[in-house]
Nanobody, 117 residues
């Protein structure tokens, strides 16, 4: 499975972006789909996760501002980001949950989000 993120951009604080993650195969094959981010000189962190059943989990600092959702028919996962803050600036990655063939899951190359103050 190949993943490709898109939608990253430069946006002012308070603005919104919608990130998309397109999978080359069925995302139903994976228990979870997750958005991670990594800011310069910081560790990668989990931002939001959605299960096959649609249950979502969010990092505390994005709760209420970000929404993860999925379109199983189109093999797409989205991250709607509202009320963006400069501290949301990072490279955002989409990833699948692990499988026997790929214990660490499949990852996309990332999409850059920059939030200016």
């Amino acid at each position: 499975v190949q993943l490709l993120e898109s939608g990253g951009d430069l946006v002012q604080a308070g603005g919104s972006l919608r990130l998309s993650c397109a999978a080359s195969g069925s995302i139903l094959s994976f228990q979870n789909m997750t958005w991670y981010r990594q800011a310069p000189e910081k560790e990668r962190e989990l931002v939001a996760r959605i299960s096959n059943g649609g249950t979502a989990w969010y990092k505390n600092s994005v709760q209420g501002r970000f929404t993860i959702f999925r379109d199983n028919a189109k093999n797409l996962v989205y991250l709607q980001m509202n009320s963006l803050k400069p501290e949301d600036t990072a490279m955002y990655y989409c990833a699948t949950s692990g499988t026997s063939a790929a214990p660490f899951g499949y990852w996309g190359p990332g999409t850059q989000v920059i939030v200016s103050a």
